[in-house]
């Protein structure tokens, strides 16, 4: 069982930057892919990057070019860089974990049901 504790969320202006942590608590190295969500107030929860076990990330289109996921395996942190953050970024922001193939996670890293532990979200919220 792995648990997620994300934090970092906060109030922004548009333009503004934010980095999220998520603390895993037990080892996530080689083991698990790991990936950020959002959800926004009457909208489906939406992949937004994921990194797999291997290394390799992807980006929804969306925030390409201006989030940044990374992991940091000794700390079994997980973090969300985001730059340039607009209003529509705003949401409530998940942490995931997945233990499945690192090939499968190359295709399938954003999408909700790769993943099997959830945190309790930490809040977004970006003013014009």
């Known amino acids: 069982q792995v648990q997620l504790v994300e934090s970092g969320g906060g109030s922004v202006q548009s333009g503004g930057s934010l980095r999220l942590s998520c603390a895993a608590s037990?080892?996530?190295?080689?083991?698990?892919?790991m990936g950020w969500f959002r959800q926004a107030p009457g909208k489906e929860r939406e992949g937004v990057a994921g990194?797999?076990?291997?290394?390799?990330?992807r980006y929804a289109d969306s925030v390409k070019g201006r989030f940044t996921i990374s992991r940091d395996n000794a700390k079994n942190t997980l973090y969300l860089q985001m730059n340039d953050l607009k209003p529509e970024d705003t949401a409530m922001y998940y942490c995931?974990?997945?233990?499945?193939?690192?090939?499968?996670?190359?295709?399938?890293?954003?999408?909700?049901?790769?993943?099997?532990?959830w945190g309790q979200g930490t809040q977004v919220t970006v003013s014009s």
């Open positions: 037990q080892y996530t190295d080689s083991r698990y892919s």
């Open positions: 990194i797999t076990s291997d290394g390799i990330s």
């Open positions: 995931a974990a997945s233990s499945r193939p690192a090939s499968y996670m190359r295709v399938y890293g954003l999408t909700k049901s790769a993943y099997v532990y």
